[in-house]
């Protein structure tokens, strides 16, 4: 099959199953990923879709890399010829080392979730300014995803998250702030202790991915309450779950000693 012609069943085959409220809105894009993938019919695009569409975590990724392409190359947002459209994407892609390797990996990503029927999959996922948090506990999976979206936060504290790999996604003012844990696997383990995370980082083995504009921030812990003793002026941090029941605080400064009450806004 020629690669035009190529091209133009991958769309169509796109187009037919735009009925699936998950698939990316953009044929075009669409049809430009799984056309690299190793799919030996087009019967099976469908099932592909369905597949990748149910993985929020390799989603989002997608969408983020869609949105940097547009935001490289401004003009494929004003093509309307579908075919036009892909062979755009894709020069932007080829001609962009960033992109490249972005789209790679996750080519990859997706090529290993297709062969990993029987493996297993926990998400943590918080969004819409949401707050929510895991602690003191043992989370073990094939692949994990901690995942903030929009002005919301994760809290992962005194746990262990037992995996082949572990992604964490943080976008739009969002944070993973990660305390007293460790990501292990038969590979290795990294351990993370008041980290807060932003963009996409991938945890594998004993070795740290940092996805492009992505951080790794020491402190950030959410939930610290900090203010100044009105006595003796010495400044007073505490965890504000600490403080759940009691209506005081004493200044730690040995020579004040002083209680006084509070009140968290």
């Known amino acids: 099959m020629k690669p035009i012609e190529k091209i133009k069943e991958l769309i169509q085959t796109v187009k037919i199953h735009l009925g699936n409220e998950n698939l990316h809105d953009d044929v075009s894009y669409t049809a430009f990923w799984l056309g690299l993938l190793p799919i030996p019919g087009f019967q ?3 099932q592909v879709i369905d597949r990748i569409a149910s993985n929020k ?11 940097e392409i547009n935001s490289t190359n401004d003009k494929i947002s004003t093509i309307e010829d579908d075919i036009e ?22 080519i990859d990503e ?15 996922e918080t969004e819409n300014w949401s707050y929510q948090e895991v602690l003191n506990s043992f989370v073990e999976a094939d692949f994990a995803a901690i995942i903030a ?5 994760n809290v992962v504290e005194n746990t262990e998250i037992k995996a082949k790999k572990t992604h964490l996604h943080a976008k739009d003012n969002s944070k993973n702030f990660i305390d007293k844990t460790r ?28 996805g492009a504009g992505s951080a790794l921030i020491f402190g950030g812990n959410p939930n610290l309450v900090s203010g ?29 000693g002083r209680t006084m009450n509070f009140t968290i806004n």
């Open 44 to 46: 099976q695009c469908n």
């Open 57 to 67: 975590a390799l989603k989002i990724r997608l969408d983020d890399i869609w949105s």
């Open 85 to 106: 459209k892909l062979q755009e994407i894709g020069g932007t892609v080829n001609y962009n080392n960033s992109l490249k390797e972005q789209v790679e990996s996750i």
């Open 110 to 124: 997706i090529i290993g979730e297709l062969k990993s029927d029987t493996e297993t999959e926990w998400i943590m």
């Open 149 to 153: 979206k929009n002005n919301s936060t």
């Open 183 to 210: 990501f292990s696997s038969s590979e290795g383990s990294v351990g993370m202790d008041g980290i807060t995370t932003q963009g996409d980082i991938t945890v594998q083995g004993s070795g740290i991915g940092l």
């Open 228 to 256: 100044n003793c009105p006595f003796c002026n010495t400044k007073i941090q505490v965890d504000k779950r600490q403080l759940t029941g009691y209506t005081s605080v004493r200044c730690p400064n040995p020579t004040c």
